[in-house]
């Protein structure tokens, strides 16, 4: 069975940081592309990074790019978003996806993780 | 950026009936080797998204044949031809051509 379990959401002050994790299990995490996508509270769904199975090639949306890093650790098989100079903007529920667009293999989407930044 | 834009953003449909959701994009959506990488996605409520249909109209594995997907150009759409209880919740589509991917709106479609 295909698993993406999200973990490390919680609250945190406005210019603070937080570390996202994906544990992956069920599928071979080494051979795929994965995306990190948030749905906000008014439930719109923004992507906003993507790695590539080696972890070589990145992709950042630009509201995040300068402030948030992905990266995975393929032996832990944990995909992972580190979030620096955090806004009230970014609260929303982080989403950590396989990859969803050049395949038509089937996707699969962690359950979440909320993300609160207020003082 | 693409701009992504559905309409309508509220769908309240009769259980049996059929439901459309359109979408447009502000920019074509074509590759140079001629593929369209526009997805659409279902939400239900408390669940996580999950892929319907790819490249326009290629329905993914274990959805329903009475989802399809249609469209080129700018100009998409996603059909049910009759809808039932668990189509409850909010579809969004998603273009993957350009960077950076992004999403519609949301359309929420409800039981009337």
């Known amino acids: 069975e295909v698993r993406l379990v999200e973990s490390g959401g919680g609250l945190v002050q406005p210019g603070g940081s937080l570390r996202l994790s994906c544990a992956a299990s069920?599928?071979?995490?080494?051979?795929?592309?994965m995306h990190w996508v948030r749905q906000d509270p008014g439930k719109g769904l923004v992507w906003l990074t993507r790695?590539?199975?080696?972890?070589?090639?990145?992709k950042y949306a630009d509201i995040v790019k300068g402030r948030f890093s992905i990266f995975r650790d393929n032996g832990r098989n944990t995909l992972y978003l580190q979030m620096d100079s955090l806004r009230a903007e970014d609260t929303a529920v982080y989403y950590c996806a396989r990859e969803f667009n050049l395949t038509p293999k089937e996707d699969y989407w962690g359950q979440g993780a909320l993300v609160t930044v207020s003082s | 950026d693409v701009v992504m834009t559905q309409s309508p953003l509220s769908l309240p449909v009769t259980l049996g009936q059929p439901a459309s959701i359109s979408c447009r994009s502000s920019q074509g959506l074509v590759t140079s080797d001629g593929t369209i990488y526009l997805n659409w996605f279902q939400q239900r409520p408390g669940q996580s998204p999950r892929r319907l249909i790819n490249k326009v109209s290629k329905r993914d594995s274990g959805v329903p044949d009475r989802f399809s997907g249609s469209g080129s150009g700018t100009y998409f759409t996603l059909k049910i031809t009759r809808v039932e209880a668990e189509d409850v919740g909010l579809y969004f589509c998603?273009?993957?051509?350009?960077?950076?991917?992004?999403f519609g709106q949301g359309t929420k479609l409800e039981i009337k």
């Open positions: 069920g599928f071979t995490f080494s051979s795929e592309w």
């Open positions: 998603m273009q993957g051509t350009h960077w950076p991917y992004t």
């Open positions: 790695i590539s199975p080696d972890g070589s090639d990145t």
